[in-house]
């Protein structure tokens, strides 16, 4: 008999439609991962089997847990479940823990609340967790709190929390994508071993198929709402059945295929760049100590090459891309394009400013709210000393827009009336509007779900095609790195530890940890048998 | 898109205020420089729709004057604090981390620790007692309120991927402040001036009962209260009646500030789209 | 910890510092001559000479400023230009009318406002919470001088229950000491707790979104259980910088508020002061409030450290 079982749930919150008629079982000691785009109602169908819904929200089916039916039960029988027979793993473990509160203590909070044990037992159950999900009490004592800790020591607090009662069940919404991939490896295979050494179910949602093919035995794919395939991870990738499951596997594994850069000529020379910030003191009169961000940092991107970064939250690269963008100055070495300092006479120099553009990450916080369309790509002509005016101004705005396939007349909208794939457009129209020489790319396909960043990936190839493109695309996603870029670099505390070659680096890299990367990174199985290939 | 019934309500109330107060400007029912000793503490007639005070007074037509004061007082006020504190917070917000920026905090830290009616304490003790001394002080004390106000959100803002592409851009920081945080921080302006405004009513309704605010024969909420507090017990409506006005003036503008913050709130606008 | 309360505690000395310039400044604007002012229009010069001298106000401003606060530092406020009397001696019969009055007031203030706001917070949308949210919009909006006139009217005018003003002094008892004052701390709380209600509230409501709440359930408790042990705490960081404020509107509040009472506090002393252009002792007692204020603060910071966890470990 299965664990639990999903029998045809629908839900919808007010009058809107979030799930159709889904269904699906998790056995004992068994690993389910329901995986799909945004809006395909993954982490709703998680939130419903925890009773933890939103107010308004009204469900028909059943959701069993060993036959007793969840939706039937009552808040306060519900709350006797949570915790005790289900426990919850979220995604962000930066806010997901209680700032005021000791490690300890919330984690002993799961096992007073069910148990009639007294504060010490509860304790010492708590300290043994810990110890379980590898926080040692030397470094980790009970009386830690969590902002003393990095995002993936509270994920095991969090996991801790979610286990010490050893519920039958464990659900995992997103639990490492906040994370960093070293990190993720880490928390995925704790999550495995705690799966098979308690016969707990694990049901996981993520929307990173990679992952899922590293852990699932068995996989949900979830579209709109509705389950449209479910089997066994080895079965499912052999015969997809599908076409939106074999779209989606298309797109992750997303290709593109870039022009030849022409030959070697410096644009961007990055020399013995050296950023460090002054910390807090320690002790009363102590010193300030400093903080290098980016050590001795020295590379050159060159005339229509294709330059990747890579690197690890805190490694440095954002410091670097400040400088490199003139936003912030450097304590030593110089960055020079096309032979001139972006930093001159302590302010960013700005015929050099002229010739960069930037996209970024966040494709909702990068724009104006209260600009429209047409404002919002000029920004750039700021720059000129002569900005088109008129007519001209009309026929750049055009042919911007049309350049990143927009049409002309999405000009006078507002950015609210764009989809997350369509902004990322845009900004990349504002940054291709005054034909700067040179563009980065700072995380930009990032917050994409996998169909729209193959889209944007297509189009950075086409528009690689029609015109010489220079760019440094930073990343944490090697799979993205791996086919939009001719040379890549990894940065590590601060460092850059290796460069070369894109290819080259990824199937044979030199330094221990740009292979502790690579090896960290899940795969999916095609790219494992070309990796194992090559 | 339904407009929230507190602003509804609260906009009928203000402009009801605000109309008595430009209406008294050319017709009140009584002149209220005129005595009339034989018909005074009158209780609400229809002659008299409020009473009448001490002095034969019309109240409906002294708390029509009191309403002038009152309002040109605190929107004074507001000006002041509005006027300063929001260029400074700006250019706080923009040289963060500056020596500058900690010296605008700093004062604004030092402002806090004077409540206003000690601002007025001392002005009147220098000066003498004036509504232009309200004014200043409440203004005064309306500045930090503004200047913290504006640099919260507006560094929220700086860190935003927009400012940075403005940056990008070659955009000055005076530039980006004028262009692009202050229309996106005017929403949260509106609402807090809104609630300065209420608070400045408050605040000259105490100053002028104890004195320090507007001098006879200028009409005044508070001063109406100080003059009817020995009649409390004989004709309590000359007591209650202006009170009564400063609550529900109040209560108008408070209740206009939270529609206006449910109306202009992104956020909330998209949850009931 | 340490490190956190020496900087705050630096903080709390320079405040006072430029606090104190800022007051002398501008008393010394004034135009004038106290000495002269005192002694009428007929006064012979070497008469007011004589006085400047035994006033200290024959030597330069910056002699005078650093006299003034040497002198606070050892509790010497100087003579009174008026009675002649020690100012020190003046401010301390009021101070123990007026801070007892502001202390009583935030604590009826904390204790209507946190129930209240608490409640309200748990009950959001329904009922209760529209009922107390309709109550402190009244509370709000309710001038408490006004509302310490209506309540003299109803409870000691018409009900007799209390004097309708004065102060019997403490050496009558405490009981007798808080029943005089019970009218006016209530005058003053009810407003302050409509606002305090209304931020604990809301702080709660934006507590509740946090993610931590949502792990806190998914252990097991109960919304009732999540409120108590995980919002409240969190909820009081911004409460408390409210806290801190309301303290100063309650001591100048009280200044009001004695007014209808009749109370002989720190208000009387310095509105007397006024009318008789005694500057030293309006000089004095600004810089008495506004010690008073900025010491509220200090332990206003000192307190967050507690709460929050946070700030023990970071400057």
Known sequence: MSLLSI????????????????????????????????????????????????????????????????????????????????????????????????????????????????????????????????????????????????????????????????????????PTTALDVTTQAHILDLLKDLTQEFGMGLLMITHDLAVVADMADRIVVMQHGRVVETGKTADLFRAMQHPYTKALFAASAHKVTLPVAPPPQALLEVKNVVRSYRQPRKGVFGPRPEMQAVRNVSFTLNRGERLGLVGESGCGKSTLTRAILGLEPVQSGSITLGGAPVWTDSRANLDVRRQMQVVFQDPYGSFNPRHRVRRLITEPFHLLSDPPTGEARTQKIAQALTDVGLTPADADKYIHEFSGGQRQRIAIARALINDPALIVFDEAVSALDVSVRAQVLDLLAELCRKRPLSYLFISHDLSVVRTITDRVMVMQAGEIVEQGPTEQVFSDPQHPYTRTLLAAAPQLPDMKKNADAS | MTLPRSLILGTFLSVLFLGAALLSFVWTPYDIQTLSIPSRLQTPSLTHW??????????????????????????????????????????????????????????????????????????????????????????????????????????????????????????????????????????????????QFSLGILAEAALSYIGLGAQPPTASWGRMLADAQTLASIAPHVALMPGLAIVFMVLGLNLMGDGLRDLLDPRLQVART | MIRYTIGRLTSLCLSLLVASMVIFAVVEVVPGDPAAYMLGVNARPDTVAALRTELGLDVSKPERYLAWTTGMLSGDFGQSYTYRTPVSQMILDRVWVSVPLALFALTLTILIAFPAGIYAASRRGRAGDMTVMGATQFGVAVPNFWFAMILVLIFAIKLRWFSAGGFPGWENGLFTGLKALLLPAIALALPQAAILARVMRSSLLDMLNEDFIRTARAKGLNRRQALWRHAVRNALIPVLTIIGLQFSFLLAGGIVIEQVFFLPGLGRLIFQAISSRDLIVVESVVMLLVFLVIVVNFAVDLAYALVDPRLRTRS
Request: charged fraction near 15%.
């Open chain 1, 7 to 174: 029998q045809d749930l629908t839900l919808s919150i007010g009058t809107y439609p979030i799930l159709h008629d889904v269904s699906l079982t998790v056995a004992p000691g068994e690993i389910v991962a329901i995986t799909g785009e945004s809006g395909s109602g993954k982490s709703m169908t998680a939130f419903a089997t925890m009773g933890l819904l939103p107010a308004r929200a009204t469900t028909t089916g059943r959701i069993l847990l060993e036959g007793t039916d969840l939706l039937a039960l009552s808040e306060a029988e519900m709350c006797k479940v949570r915790g005790r027979q289900i426990g919850m793993v979220f995604q962000e473990p930066m806010t997901a823990l209680n700032p005021v509160q000791t490690i300890g203590a919330q984690v002993a909070e799961t096992i007073r609340i069910h148990e009639g044990v007294s504060k010490d037992d509860a304790l010492a159950q708590a300290r043994a967790m810990l110890n379980r999900v590898g926080l040692p009490e030397d470094r980790f004592p009970l009386g830690r709190y969590p902002h003393e800790l990095s995002g993936g020591q509270r994920q095991r607090v969090v996991i801790a929390m979610a286990i010490a009662l050893r519920p039958k069940l464990l659900i995992a919404d997103e």
């Open chain 2, 50 to 195: 409020l009473g009448t005070d001490q002095l034969g007074r019309d109240i409906l037509s002294m708390i029509m004057m009191g309403a002038r004061t009152s309002i040109a007082v605190a929107l004074l006020a507001v000006g002041i604090g509005m006027g300063l504190g929001v260029p400074l917070g700006l250019l706080a917000a923009a040289r963060r981390g500056s020596l500058l920026d900690e010296l605008i905090m700093r004062g604004n830290d030092l402002i806090f620790a004077f409540p206003s009616l000690v601002i007025a304490i001392l002005i009147t003790a220098v000066f003498g007692a004036s509504a232009m001394n309200a004014i200043v002080a409440i203004g005064i004390f309306n500045i930090p309120v503004f200047a913290r106000l504006t640099r919260g959100a507006a560094l929220s803002l700086w860190s935003r991927d927009f400012i940075l592409a403005a940056r990008v851009s070659g955009k000055s920081a005076t530039r980006i402040s004028v262009e692009h945080i202050l229309p996106n921080i005017a929403n949260l302006m509106i609402v807090q001036g809104t609630i």
